[in-house]
């Protein structure tokens, strides 16, 4: 793909979501065109958001494979954020959308012939869950599907996992820590998240590749704690939840969901370490840390 053709046109899947509309803004900020992926039922605000921005959007769903057909005329090149994780749509789930949805994107993708395709999936965390399965599945798919593809596999989102959705509460100086919180993760922020997929439309590096992201240091949820503290000037109230616990929640989990969300849980427990030094010499992107983060204002409001 040639980095100086602002000719061609990305088709975001996932347009409303928090990483999706991010990756819309960016290619907008870089004078691409770009549709956006959304539903009937989307919500109007964000769909009225995107539009503003300068986003095409076209009506679409993941589970109806002739919708695709029809959004994809004219794209050169996908984006694909799509997750069932935080939808409450009726029939969404993590089987109809993360495998099946997103392997019918694959599948139009390829018989458009698209120039690019950008999946988002995520970095290996312990054992088998029904997420992690799905998204491994689609990552092969992909693989052997003839695209041009790059799979970028980030690790903890500190938009989501530093925020009151899993019980960091920075504004009222509280969080929840799984396990003992002692093992090192690399957070990585949404945006910059959102500045891989946009800058592996046209770096050869990321053709044909799995790409691992983390942020630039890794570090414990105590030590997140501990640079919270620091920034806001208040000591924190600390709630541990023992491993145990959550191990409980996996395998008493009375749905494929619950039981990912857990194992996304233990995932914390355990650790994530991601070496980027490699691939920033191959992107030259600047990465936001957690202390950059802690200081404007930290992750979405639950």
């Known amino acids: 793909m040639n980095s100086t053709d602002k000719s061609l046109v990305v088709l975001v899947a996932g347009a409303t979501g928090f990483l999706g509309s991010e ?123 003839g695209l041009n593809y790059t ?42 998240v959102a500045s891989f997929a946009v800058a592996s439309l046209d770096n050869a590096a990321a053709h044909n590749k799995s790409i691992l992201l983390g942020g630039p240091k890794a570090l414990s949820p105590l030590e997140v704690v501990t640079i919270f503290e620091e920034t806001k000037k208040k000591k924190f109230e600390l709630q541990f939840v023992p491993e145990q616990a959550l191990r409980a929640q996996k395998e008493g989990a009375q749905d494929p969901l619950a039981e990912s969300i857990a194992a996304l849980t233990l995932g914390v427990v355990s650790g994530s370490e991601i070496d980027m030094k490699t691939t920033l010499d191959k992107f030259k992107l600047q990465l936001c840390s957690v202390k950059e983060f802690a200081t404007r204002g930290g992750g979405v409001k639950g």
């Open 151 to 192: 799979i970028l596999q980030p690790t903890y989102f500190m938009e989501v996992w530093l925020s009151p959705l899993v019980g960091f509460d920075a504004a009222n100086a509280k969080a929840t820590i799984f396990g003992e919180g002692k093992k090192k993760i690399s957070w990585i922020s949404l945006k910059d």
């Open 23 to 145: 990756i819309c803004r960016q290619l907008i900020a870089a004078n691409r065109k770009v549709k956006g992926l959304v539903r009937d039922t989307s919500d109007a605000s964000k769909v009225t958001h995107l539009e503003k921005m300068g986003v095409i959007t076209v009506k679409g769903d993941l589970k109806d494979r002739d919708s695709l057909d029809s959004a994809l005329q004219g794209v050169n090149a996908v984006i694909s954020t799509v997750s069932s994780t935080h939808s409450r749509k009726e029939g969404d789930t993590i089987k109809t959308v993360d495998e099946d949805g997103q392997i019918n994107l694959i599948k139009a993708a390829a018989d458009v012939s698209v120039e690019r395709f950008i999946y988002v999936s995520f970095s290996e965390m312990p054992g088998q869950f029904p997420l992690q399965n799905a998204k491994r599945r689609v990552e092969r798919q992909l693989e052997n599907s």
